[in-house]
């Protein structure tokens, strides 16, 4: 079961109630500041889910969406790089060891009120002893960077954040910032709002700025389209390696044998008291953790063990009983849902099991995946 970080959560409603008139936050309570919120959220919500047109491109510059989305948006977000960073294994575990030399230095792309930047702070959880990260973030909302760096100073961070307010989806800014690799880049809930070319070329862009041994997270909605999209973009992309999901740097199995499914992860969530009073206004329900996600390295920086197995389906229906998928260095395998137990879609598997590969021709009925 994954669990949120409270420090972010707690600053968050600080900032929430801080935005809001004293009439509306009144105690200041998950749900009073929830129903204060509703109607900014269930805005958010269909325009994120259904309608994109509801919103405009600068919608974060209006107080009450900016409100909104850190309500809901910034804890969530927060807790899905968190996780994906967890799955970096001897990737990651180098990097937080180069935390202890000299600052890192991280780069939000899309940057927002900061999520992604606040999920990685948490994962990275240095040390007092290490130099205070220096992170830049770009976005094109320069209140939404302003609350970024009131989230980081409330949730008790030490880090140095360098604001850039300026439009990525018309390219990356130049300047003293960018003189410098990044050793980890972030780039969260964005590259769906560019084409596939352009995606392409803005990711080769930030694979030219990594450090030699510097980590690329893209973060994306768990739908189909999204999660499709960052594969094709995985598999596209010769000069980064993958470091998770992925046990190899194969084309997609299950992008290249199953046109209906799509990988990406469902994972158990401990729904606080406040996600929960926040589903409730917006009808929806968080008990999973649903996102795609992408990890990469330089395809140049030499080897390093390969990233444990992972379980990539719900529950299938097959003439034999039911079974999951596994994503393995050599492929697909269909391996009985009794090996298992308990399990859920993007949990990484060390166990050896003994398996026949997937069929590509095999159409089992398989578990309609909640929309979350």
């Keep these: 079961m994954f669990t949120g970080d409270e420090r972010i959560e707690k600053a968050t409603r600080v900032r929430v109630r801080a935005q809001l008139p004293r009439r509306l936050a009144g105690d200041g309570s998950p749900g009073t500041l929830a129903a204060a919120l509703a109607p900014a959220l269930m805005r958010l919500t269909m325009g994120f889910n259904h309608d994109r047109s509801l919103l405009p491109a600068s919608y974060l510059q209006d107080p009450k969406l900016l409100a909104a989305y850190m309500a809901r948006f910034t804890p969530l977000g927060a807790d899905r790089v968190r996780f994906a960073l967890g799955q970096g294994g001897a990737a990651f575990a180098r990097l937080r060891g180069l935390a202890g030399e000299r600052p890192l230095r991280l780069l939000d792309v899309g940057a927002g009120p900061g999520s992604a930047t606040l999920g990685a702070l948490s994962a990275l959880d240095l040390s007092g002893d290490a130099p205070p990260p220096v992170c830049v973030l770009i976005d094109r909302t320069r209140s939404a960077l302003e609350e970024a760096a009131r989230l980081a100073d409330a949730a008790g961070f030490r880090a140095r954040l360098v604001r850039i307010a300026h439009d990525v989806t018309r390219g990356l800014p130049e300047g003293p910032a960018f003189a410098q690799p990044f050793d980890l880049i972030l780039v969260a809930n964005m590259l769906n709002e560019l084409s596939e070319s352009r995606r392409g070329r803005f990711v080769q862009r930030l694979a030219a700025l990594l450090a030699p041994e510097g980590l690329l997270l ?95 389906s719900d529950l299938l229906k097959d003439e034999g009983g039911s079974v999951r998928l596994l994503c393995t260095p050599s492929g697909l395998r269909r391996v009985s849902a009794a090996a298992f137990g308990v399990a859920y879609r993007g949990q990484p598997w060390t166990e050896k099991i003994p398996s026949q590969p997937a069929n590509a021709s095999s159409r089992p009925r398989k578990e309609r995946p909640r929309r979350n």
């Design 218 to 312: 893209a973060v994306e909605p768990g739908t189909q389209a999204a999660a499709r999209d960052l594969i094709a973009l995985r598999d596209r992309l010769g000069e980064l390696a993958t470091v998770a999901p992925c046990p190899h740097d194969l084309p997609c199995p299950l992008h290249a044998q199953n046109r209906r499914d799509w990988c990406h992860v469902a994972a158990p969530y401990n729904r606080s008291a406040w996600i929960d009073a926040l589903d409730r206004v917006c009808g929806l329900d968080h008990t999973r953790l649903v996102f795609s996600y992408w990890l990469a390295r330089q395809a140049a920086d030499g080897v390093l063990p390969a990233g444990p197995s992972r379980i990539v």
